[in-house]
């Protein structure tokens, strides 16, 4: 199995910035990618940004430019780095992890980003 913590969340200001974290415990040699979703209240969860075991990256054109995913050296922790936040990034982040593992599907449990002046 595969263990998620998130951490980092918190409430800032328009224009301000923050750092995700996602650390993975358990059977990461099973992991092949990762990403981040988020989820505002009555909005369905949305793919914000993945990272493959080869650090190619890609994200919703709604943070491109903004938001930047990398890996620590030891690949058990993804960081989302959010800048220029905006008041539409306000949601529940969660980190998830596509695994070679049966359920090959595994969840953080969340972590709110309040972006508001």
């Known amino acids: 199995q595969v263990q998620l913590v998130e951490s980092g969340g918190g409430l800032v200001q328009p224009g301000e910035s923050l750092r995700l974290s996602c650390t993975a415990s358990g059977n990461i040699g099973s992991i092949y990618r990762r990403h981040w979703y988020r989820q505002a209240p009555g909005t369905q969860r949305e793919l914000v940004a993945t990272?493959?075991?080869?650090?190619?990256?890609d994200y919703a054109d709604s943070v491109k430019g903004r938001f930047t995913l990398s890996k620590s050296d030891d690949k058990t922790t993804v960081y989302l780095q959010m800048n220029n936040l905006k008041p539409e990034d306000t949601a529940v982040y969660y980190c998830n992890a596509k695994s070679l593992l049966t359920p090959g599907d595994f969840w953080g449990q969340g972590t709110q980003v309040t972006v508001s002046s």
């Open positions: 990272i493959t075991t080869g650090n190619r990256t």
